[in-house]
């Protein structure tokens, strides 16, 4: 099993976990990453609340860092923003319960090639208990690449789901991962365009999953607020 919530080892399990740091004279983060090591022999295990702890710090982390503007690219200012929306529950429209930031989900395959990826946010759809990979877009980014895109996340997921249901439980995330469900999001998410290729569209069949496009402020950078102005389900 490849790393997305942790590695399998001999006899125990590896989780591997990051941390966004800032680096003096620099707007970019630096991404440290940290191993908890489950041997399966020790009893008991590694502290649960040590991950809940990570978890919870790397939220208001990230929040921190969004509020002294030290991240200077836009992409990752939206990622914080939206994550301190979905803590404090003022994401309106969109009843999601923030999980992790930046989930590494092993090697996937995009564009033809494979490539070790992140899914943006891991969230929790609050009535339903789904799972919600949450994929923020470029502005004018092309549907159907970033559906496609988002979809092999969701596979990846899917693969492994039995490997990863002992973990979400470890967690305490009481997230339901036989019910998966994708949000692409972006400031004016292709409004040009609101119907998948059948390609795309047959692939996300394929998983039974939801998937949906959300449209948000196109100020948001300027206002530092998020408010969804439409939400359209593709499939």
Known sequence: MSNCFGTACSGGFTLLLIKNMKVLGSRRPRQVKENFIFTGLEKPPISYSELRNHFISEAKNMIYHRKN??????????????????????????????????????????????GREKIDILAK?????????????????????????GLSYVGWLEKYKEELK????????????????????????????????????????????E??????????????DISVKGINTLL
Not at 211 to 224: C, G, H, Q
Request: with cysteine.
């Open 166 to 209: 002992p973990r979400i439980a470890q967690l305490g995330w009481d997230a339901n991962i036989e019910n998966l469900k994708l949000i692409m999001l972006a400031p004016d998410m292709i409004s040009n365009n609101t119907k998948l290729d059948a390609t795309v569209s047959d692939y996300a069949k394929k998983f039974n999953c």
């Open 125 to 149: 759809e609050r009535h339903s208990k789904a799972m919600v990979v949450v994929e923020v877009k470029k502005q004018g980014e092309d549907l159907n690449s970033a559906v496609s895109q």
């Open 211 to 224: 998937v949906k496009a959300v449209y948000i402020n196109l100020n948001w950078e300027t206002e530092e």
């Open 69 to 114: 503007n030290d991240f200077g690219y836009p992409e990752k200012w939206l990622h914080s923003l939206l994550i301190e929306k979905m803590q404090d529950g003022t994401l309106s429209g969109l009843d999601l319960e923030f999980l992790y930031y930046e989930t590494p989900v092993g090697k996937v395959k995009r564009n033809k090639q494979f």
